[in-house]
């Protein structure tokens, strides 16, 4: 089989297995419980890890872009380049990689090693349907923490620009927040969330559709969350592009 | 009641190929109420296809099966579940959830059905002491042995009370004793419960067992083990043996030991 027919039919089947699961949603037996138990262990979960990540970006865009615009005398829009950056591409691609590391990998490992173990066909053996009790549940956990953990990111971020920019950049604390505060559209805003939603999307569908299709042991485990990563990674990257484009042109 | 005339389990023609490798070749047999089918044969030869395909866990490319008679070839996952409900599966390594306690593993159709806790617990408590593990109620999969896994794993396949269990080399990987227990509870579960079901192994001597002892109850009502003698034979057991996805020889263990296949006399060499 060719790579662009391989390729194909894996779209195929993760688009099957998002459709099956979430058909779930309309009869019994609901998995609430088990959504709530996917929040905890990847929303709360991944909050240090969040934190981080935000933290570390914020203070870094503030230290690269002050000393850039200190160049033309424009280090008063330190806030403005943080805000925006952070908001529209950092917070959400950062954020939503690290999640892919992560929170992708531990699902293809999860679920692979159950399908290895045959724990998913014991599963579907005493009558539950595993794309309802495994897939689903994570699909919407990260469709609604990623936005949620990026957030969280876009605001540490900001705090740890401040802290550099007012700190060791030298920029007035009033100029940087008044800055910040101007530079931030509704649009900004709402597409910063968009696109965490989709990514992640991404993260939990490659990560189940790499779990399920898990084969070989142990080795297929460790195979599989490698492919569930670098695979999250690109297409991660990849629709950040499409979907800035498409942002942009709204707005 | 068991409905006598018609089969439990029924196979005909089934073949199943994957990336041109034929995995099952024209299977056909028939498990009838209260028998235990032996499956036999080499690895990877479709024995463990077979117990998938029973369950419709996968499909055949060609053949029909019928469990109690009706064909579930085409149903959907939704009507499998239904056909599910009647059948116990024992997987090789007790495929335990690792994240769940032995209670909530072997409870965990009736959680899945919404039962009543208090029931679940006393259904659990019921099955654990079949398998002699009321013990290890509390315990999780990973604090178990290699024998108590597969026993929590038969104790899971008898929650509901199915007539028809399979189980998937239940003894592999296990010292003598721990595989004798666990042959016993097969026994006992076939004759005193008239439970149909398909043996998976390729150990000879399992098989032996099981094909010349059986089970039967005292004046006490109590279960007691007995061999087959000059003047019981077993005819609630059979054989079938498989080679490369092909089904050469079904029978007693009688016409087995007369077989003059290569094959077949390699298996019994064992014993």
Redesign the interface.
């Known amino acids: 089989m060719n790579p662009l027919t391989r390729a194909l039919l894996e779209v195929q089947e993760a688009a099957l297995m998002t459709g099956r699961a979430f058909r779930g949603t309309f009869s019994r037996?609901y998995y609430f419980r088990e959504v709530i138990v996917q929040m905890d262990l990847i929303g709360y979960g991944s909050m240090a890890i969040i934190i981080l990540t935000g933290a570390f970006t914020g203070a870094v865009l503030a230290l690269q872009s002050s000393s850039a615009l200190m160049t033309f005398g424009a280090q008063s829009k330190t806030g403005q380049l943080v805000m925006t950056s952070l908001v529209r591409e950092l917070g959400p691609v950062l954020a939503s990689l690290m999640l892919a590391g992560r929170v992708g990998s531990g699902i293809a490992a999860e679920i692979g090693?159950?399908v290895v173990?045959?724990?998913v066909?014991?599963?579907?053996?005493?009558?539950?349907?595993p794309l309802r009790k495994l897939v689903f549940p994570r699909i919407v956990t990260l469709l609604l923490m990623c936005p949620i953990l990026t957030l969280v990111a876009d605001m540490i971020g900001s705090f740890g620009g401040w802290v550099v920019a007012t700190s060791l950049m030298h920029v007035a604390s009033s100029v940087y927040i008044s800055s910040a505060k101007v530079a931030l559209t509704y649009n900004d805003i709402i597409g910063g969330m968009i696109k965490p939603a989709v990514f992640g999307f991404i993260i939990a569908v490659v990560g189940c559709r790499a779990g399920l299709r898990t084969y070989g042991g142990t080795v297929g485990v460790g195979r599989s969350t490698t492919q569930a990563v670098v695979m999250s990674d690109i297409l991660i990257l990849a629709s950040d592009f499409f979907l800035s484009k498409i942002i942009l042109a709204f707005s | 009641m068991l409905d006598q005339t018609i089969n439990a389990i029924e196979l005909s023609d089934i073949t199943l190929t994957y990336d041109d490798r034929i995995i099952l070749d024209q299977v056909s047999f028939a498990v009838r109420p209260g028998e235990t089918k032996i499956l036999m044969g080499g690895s990877g030869t479709g024995k463990s296809t077979v117990l998938?395909l029973v369950?419709g866990?996968i499909k055949p490319d060609a053949g029909r099966i019928r469990i109690d008679g009706e064909d579930i070839t085409d149903f959907s996952?939704r009507e499998l579940?239904v056909v599910?409900?009647k059948?116990g599966?024992v997987?090789?390594?007790g495929?335990?959830?690792?994240s769940l306690s032995v209670y909530q593993n072997v409870g965990?159709?009736l959680f899945?059905q919404?039962m009543d806790e208090d029931q679940i617990r006393e259904e659990v408590r019921q099955k654990l002491q079949f398998v002699n593990l009321e013990h290890a109620i509390d315990m999780m999969p990973a604090e178990l042995s290699g024998g108590m896994r597969r026993r929590v794993g038969i104790a899971?396949a008898l929650v509901g009370n199915p007539r028809l269990i399979l189980y998937d080399e239940p003894t592999a990987g296990l010292d003598p004793p721990t595989a004798r227990t666990i042959c016993e509870l097969a026994m006992e579960l076939r004759d005193l419960q008239s439970v149909s079901s398909i043996f998976v192994t390729h150990r000879m001597g399992d098989a032996r067992l099981m094909s010349s002892a059986y089970f039967t109850l005292n004046d006490y009502g109590e279960p007691i083990y007995k061999r087959e003698d000059d003047t019981l034979c077993l005819i609630n057991t059979q054989f079938i043996m498989l080679k490369d996805g092909r089904v050469i020889f079904s029978g007693t263990d009688e016409t087995l030991w007369d077989i003059d296949d290569p094959y077949i006399q390699n298996f019994l060499r064992e014993v």
């Not at chain 1, 066909?121 to 349907?129: E, N, Q, S």
């Not at chain 2, 495929?95 to 690792?98: E, G, I, N, T, V």
């Open positions: 037996p090693s159950m173990s045959e724990q066909d014991a599963m579907r053996a005493l009558g539950t349907d | 998938k369950l866990l996952e579940a599910r409900r059948i599966m997987f090789q390594e495929a335990l959830f690792d965990y159709r899945e919404g899971r």
